[in-house]
């Protein structure tokens, strides 16, 4: 299986974006893990996951619950175990190259406005185009390829 790799820049607001993104792919019946910088963020995400879409329910726990096996979206921290159930879709917010990307069918990158967040990305972009998989950018603002 050859992994491709989505990379989303110039975003106002990842963890909006995230949402919106774990959100259409869960209604796609993907199994998503959600790799994320810190506990901080990873609690901000369940709480858009939960309140985003009144009417919508996206089934996810953290990497640590008995459940996750089971539950279609994962999310996790960038120093968590990185044995995630499920190996569909990697959303990665987390600044470095996550531990076997490889074993993801699609990786997708969300890379914010600040240089902080651009730098590490430009290194993940180059690290993926190394290994010779697919690389596709995007607008997240815009909405437009790149």
Known sequence: MDTRVQFYH???DRLALAC??????????????VRLPDTTSA????RLLWTSEPLSFVPHVM??????????????TADADADWPHGDTLFNL?????PAFDR?????????QS????????????AYRQRGLETKAFDAERRVAL
């Open 43 to 46: 609690q901000q995400l369940d």
């Open 115 to 126: 240089e902080a967040e651009k730098v590490p990305a430009r290194a993940r972009w180059s």
């Open 63 to 76: 990497l640590d619950s008995p459940l996750a096996a089971e539950t279609p979206v994962v999310l996790g």
């Open 20 to 33: 919106e993104l774990v959100a259409r792919a869960h209604g796609k019946g993907r199994k998503v893990a």
């Open 104 to 112: 993801f069918r699609l990786v997708i990158e969300i890379v914010g």
């Open 94 to 98: 987390a600044p470095d190259l996550p």
């Open 10 to 12: 110039n975003t106002p």
